[in-house]
């Protein structure tokens, strides 16, 4: 049975101990003490952790070329695993490099006090399959526990650590196989559906890039986990993270929303990963929204209208491409007042989202005139729509309008991306209410031009919530706990 581990990287002993019990009491199995990040570490605070809290710790301490810290040590590395092995924890982790001439010895020292041994091996870059596995062998071999640790950079080395990990399971020898890295969260997700002994866990900062936090680790519990995502290059900016997992937590939810910061040349081997990787469903942001669907088994009818996807549901290997963002710019429109029947709109952009934004706009009757940087997309979009919808220039649409609604649909002014206006701000003048779908940062430069004018204005941010909310009970069919959803985005957009 996989034990849950709370982190403990406080820097005195007190300060640990304090940790430590707060996180045995929020549900943790066991506490690690990473004794490498202690300011100053002597014999003393190894004996007074033990006397504690020994028989529910970890005793760590790790070297500093395997990712460890340099506490000022009162004592040699040896003498000091030589203590914590003789105080009674309930596991000692040594590792197989930094420790292997003292292994036998201190594993034998351990076994008198009654106390287990980890042998650990933190790589320092990617190996594969098979490295990987006699890695593992390695450390069983040598202790009680084997500890692999390794970094991956993307899905598919994920899944190549997700697949020795399976496979391990079958020996029956006690392990622990972690990808590290914001790739390889996905590994300590799944650490009880791939047997590990224990799934680490942040109490407070991470100890590692990809650690999960106490909290949500707890609550995946025994529970079958799942996971969904956001698919986009570059998604730094995005704050779905936060809001999906506020809204996993409201639910009780055993799952984890993770991010996938992947290439357009990545995203058929990541839908071929989806049972792997226990994926559920997906976000897809730019600038995958139209290039993701081809590799899709099945569009609902707004996705199939625009050709293009926000949202994936994933079902035993079946995929089913949405477009969450009509619903959600349809939703905002309402939360905003704006009714457009008969009236003007300008649309910036010819991607996804414009798409999306056009298709709403026609249904409510407006007259849609679209502008781009390139003209030659615009036409495209234009095109694809039944209904006459007229093409301009950026340079050229101060001359024209005015508009009753002016909307940027182009990552111009994101969080990321240059601080530009996405049109000529005479344009902006022209306009009677200002949309950019951009939500982060929440005033963009084409929020503050609207001000400066003194024009009603919006950011996405309420098109986010609804799509957002929409995205989620179709992954989950639940009731979509909106404000917990809605608290979470504007925490972290403070």
Known sequence: ??????????????????????????????????????????????RSLARSLGRRAIATLRSPDEGGGRPRLAVTRSTFLREACQRGFAYVDLEL??????????RALAKRYRSRVIVSRHCRKFVGSSRIRETLDACAAAGDVAKVVVPVTDAREAGEVIDVARAYAGTGKAHVLIGVGPAGTVTRVLARDLGFAFQ?????????SGQLPLRTASRLGARDAFVLGLVGHPIQHSISPQVHEAALEATDLPGVYLPFDVDASDLESLLDSADRLRLRGLNVTIPHKEGIVPFLDELDGDAERLG????IVLDRGWTKGFNTDVYGFRMSLRTLGLRLGERRALVIGAGGAAKAVVHVLLREGARVMLSNRSLARADALAYSFD???EVVGLEEAPRRGPWDLLVNATPVGMAGHDAALPIPEPAIAKASFVYDLIYNPPETPLLQSAARLGKPRASGFEMLLHQAARSFELWTDREPPIEAMRRAAKESLR
């Open 308 to 311: 293009a996807v926000n949202t």
């Open 97 to 106: 490099d930094a420790d292997s001439k003292d292994l036998g010895e201190l």
């Open 1 to 46: 049975m996989t034990k849950l581990v709370g982190v403990i990287t406080a820097e005195t002993s007190g300060e640990a101990a304090r940790q430590a019990q707060a996180a045995l009491q929020r549900g943790a199995d066991l506490v690690e003490f990473r004794f490498d990040r202690l300011r100053d570490l002597g014999p003393a605070d190894v």
């Open 200 to 208: 680490y866990a942040a109490v407070g900062p991470e100890a590692a």
């Open 387 to 389: 209904e006459r919808i």
